[in-house]
């Protein structure tokens, strides 16, 4: 019996001599631009001025937050300890992102060190997504509307809407978009009609949304129209006839020689013939022929 009892004693005298931390929350997460707390508690230590400080890990490289007293780092100017160790973020950036790691040193103590490790996440509000929606889109034919921000943290979910009324992923599952041939993704912001009805016309517009809150784009109004095929023929028909007619045209005007061009050149010049008792004598004054009479006697 004495001797359990020594035990007893001897475990409590050694946790007394030990530094030991706890943590009310080892996963928090606040939003950006909000305060949070990382709590780091000293639940048992003998000596009387421990030496705290808190490290940032961040892809896998740490850095001081808190040394020597003092707030350091990114976080300076931004942060605070409360008593005895809990470091208290007052502004929290998506930089802030990263796992926390708050260690104690107590030199008298038989456990002279402990450590908590704590992972923060801060939560990014999305951007305005940007959207892309067609305007006119005749019917039987596809479609595509995308949805995409690249801002919000965690990464953001979409949701479609036309006339201001959600689009469910599954079409059968909602009688007003029962007969729609469309699949829409959630993840990538996409939705895709294979073949747009004229009930597919109206405003469309985008959420996108994440743990942090959500944001829309404008509306913007997407037509079907019916395609007229009896005038797309004829339109066709008449331009071809147009076409036949200009070559046609082209081809009698060659024929009759009016694309032929004839020119006349000096080289191209005959000396007229010789009439019947006409002589032809070039003088020095005249530069050219004339004419003198012979008789035959």
């Known amino acids: 019996m004495n001797f359990t009892v020594d035990l007893f004693d001897l475990a409590c005298y050694i946790s007394t001599l030990a530094v030991i931390l706890k943590t009310t929350n080892p996963k928090p997460w606040v939003n950006e631009f909000e305060s949070i707390e990382l709590s780091c508690m000293i639940e048992s230590i003998s000596t009387t001025n421990p030496r705290i400080e808190w490290k940032k890990i961040k892809m896998g490289e740490p850095s001081y937050v808190y040394f020597d007293k003092e707030i350091a780092g990114d976080l300076e100017k931004r942060a605070k300890i409360r008593e005895p160790a809990t470091l208290v973020?007052?502004?929290?950036?998506?930089?802030?992102?990263?796992?926390y790691r708050c260690e104690v040193t107590a030199p008298n103590d038989q456990k002279s060190f402990d450590e908590i490790l704590i992972s923060l996440t801060v939560r990014v509000k999305p951007i305005v997504p940007r959207c892309s929606i067609p305007k006119s889109v005749p019917v039987g034919k596809p479609a595509e509307l995308h949805c995409l921000e690249d801002e919000g943290y965690p990464k953001s979910h979409y949701q479609w809407?036309?006339?201001?009324?959600?689009?469910?992923e599954d079409p059968k599952g909602s009688p007003?978009?029962?007969?729609?041939?469309?699949?829409l993704n959630g993840e990538m912001g996409t939705l895709k009609f294979s073949a747009v009805r004229k009930e597919d016309a109206g405003e469309y517009y985008c959420r996108a949304r994440?743990?942090?809150g959500f944001s829309e784009c404008g509306p913007q109004m997407m037509e079907v129209y019916d395609m007229n095929i009896a005038g797309i023929i004829l339109g066709v028909?008449?331009?071809?006839?147009?076409l036949l007619c200009i070559t046609v045209g082209i081809f009698c005007a060659y024929k009759r020689g009016y694309f032929t061009s004839q020119k006349q050149t000096g080289n191209n010049y005959k000396t007229p013939a010789k009439g019947d008792g006409v002589d032809y004598v070039r003088t020095e004054d005249e530069g050219d022929f004339r004419h003198k009479s012979s008789f035959v006697i």
């Not at 006339?163 to 469910?168: G, H, L, V």
């Not at 028909?237 to 147009?242: F, I, L, M, N, P």
């Open 237 to 242: 028909v008449v331009v071809v006839t147009v």
């Open 210 to 212: 994440n743990e942090a």
């Open 176 to 183: 007003k978009f029962f007969n729609s041939t469309y699949t």
């Open 161 to 168: 809407f036309r006339n201001k009324e959600e689009i469910p």
């Open 89 to 99: 973020i007052l502004n929290a950036t998506r930089a802030d992102t990263a796992d």
